[in-house]
Nanobody, 128 residues
Framework: QVQLVESGGGLVQAGGSLRLSCAASGRTFTLYAMGWFRQAPGKEREFVAVIGWSGGMTYYADAVKGRFTISRDNAKNTVFLQMNALKLEDTAVYYC?????????????????????WGQGTQVTVSS
């Protein structure tokens, strides 16, 4: 099993920045990639970004490309999401997710079923 714990959410003004962290513990050696999803009130959970656990391959949703950066610290089993130029529409609960699918990069990495493990989520609120 793998446990994922997010942190770093909060309230920020539009145009500001936040950095989210996701600490993984347990059988982390089984993970091949880590992703971030978000869910706004009344909406479905949507893909934000993903990074390979080794090699560092990354993919982003169009809505965040150029503003958000996903990175990892393998030594600390931690993945980060640096969010800049935040917009009101970025307000959501942000979830960290991990996949044990070795071929995640050729699969539907933007879809929830690919991911075996999920964190509890951290709230990000962007105000005007």
């Amino acid at each position: 099993q793998v446990q994922l714990v997010e942190s770093g959410g909060g309230l920020v003004q539009a145009g500001g920045s936040l950095r989210l962290s996701c600490a993984a513990s347990g059988r982390t050696f089984t993970l091949y990639a880590m992703g971030w999803f978000r869910q706004a009130p009344g909406k479905e959970r949507e893909f934000v970004a993903v990074i390979g656990w080794s090699g560092g391959m990354t993919y982003y949703a169009d809505a965040v490309k150029g503003r958000f950066t996903i990175s990892r610290d393998n030594a600390k089993n931690t993945v980060f999401l640096q969010m800049n130029a935040l917009k009101l529409e970025d307000t959501a609960v942000y979830y960290c997710a991990g996949t044990t699918n070795r071929l995640w990069y050729s699969s539907n990495y933007y879809e929830r079923p690919l991911y075996n493990y999920w964190g509890q989520g951290t709230q990000v609120t962007v105000s005007s």
